[in-house]
């Protein structure tokens, strides 16, 4: 089973809006890292949040952090529909071993 | 600077084939990770190498799946014999230590007739 469950597990908005995703997990973490994929394609790293960190932001992307309800959200700004992708939340529990979940399936509609 | 490179990119055997997958890490990068992804699922680890050490293959099955990092760089990822339940994407990451980001490769996509 996964360590993080992302949720929704699929999303749909229209371009311009704001896309938020979320992420919960089991067990106490080290960091907490946010990927994206696109169709038949490999991972790309996004952003990464230690666990004593409460929020960051990259871009258009801020990504928070709760470690009292373990878990996280991933905001997207003003969408675009290059941001049609599958985004994952990876928990690092010990040094080096991610745990992914299954991923949410966001569509951005021009 | 070049990324993780990962070959063959499609694989299509018949169940009992051997079949083998290859990855090239990111220069400089010691730790290196296999993982499948099924469709509409997240990746899950096969195996962590740290150097030419194997620290994480727990969740690899080992009656049939076997791999190796000779000198600390390239990557070997094999299957033998294969079985339907097999086909999947493998993807190949390398980061430059653990709890870093990892940067994976386009993965090599199994089909098992």
């Known amino acids: 089973s996964q360590q993080g469950e992302e949720d929704p597990q699929a999303l749909s908005i229209q371009e311009g809006e704001n896309a938020t995703m979320n992420c919960s997990y089991k067990t106490s973490i080290n960091n907490l890292q946010w990927y994206r994929q696109n169709s038949g394609r490999g991972l790309v790293h996004l952003i990464l949040?230690?666990?004593?960190?409460r929020e960051k932001h990259s871009g258009r992307l801020r990504v928070t952090l709760d470690t009292s309800k373990k878990s996280s959200s991933l905001l997207i700004t003003a969408s675009r529909a290059a941001d049609t992708a599958s985004y994952f939340c990876a928990t690092d529990a010990s040094a080096g071993k991610s745990t992914f979940g299954d991923g949410t399936t966001l569509t951005v509609k021009p | 600077e070049a990324g993780v490179v990962q070959s063959p990119r499609y694989k299509i055997i018949e169940k009992k084939q051997p079949v083998a997958f290859w990855c090239n890490p990111i220069?400089?990068?010691?730790?290196l990770y296999w993982y499948l992804q099924n469709l509409g699922q997240g990746p899950e680890l096969l195996i962590r190498y740290e150097n030419e050490e194997a620290v994480d293959d727990s969740q690899l099955p080992k009656d049939r799946f076997s791999a190796e990092r000779l000198k600390g760089v390239d990557s070997t990822l094999k299957i033998q014999p294969a079985e339907l339940g097999d086909s999947a994407v493998y993807l190949c990451a390398s980061s430059p230590g653990g709890g870093n980001e990892q940067f994976f490769g386009p993965g090599t996509r199994l089909t098992v007739l």
């Open positions: 220069s400089g990068h010691n730790t």
């Open positions: 949040i230690r666990s004593n960190e």
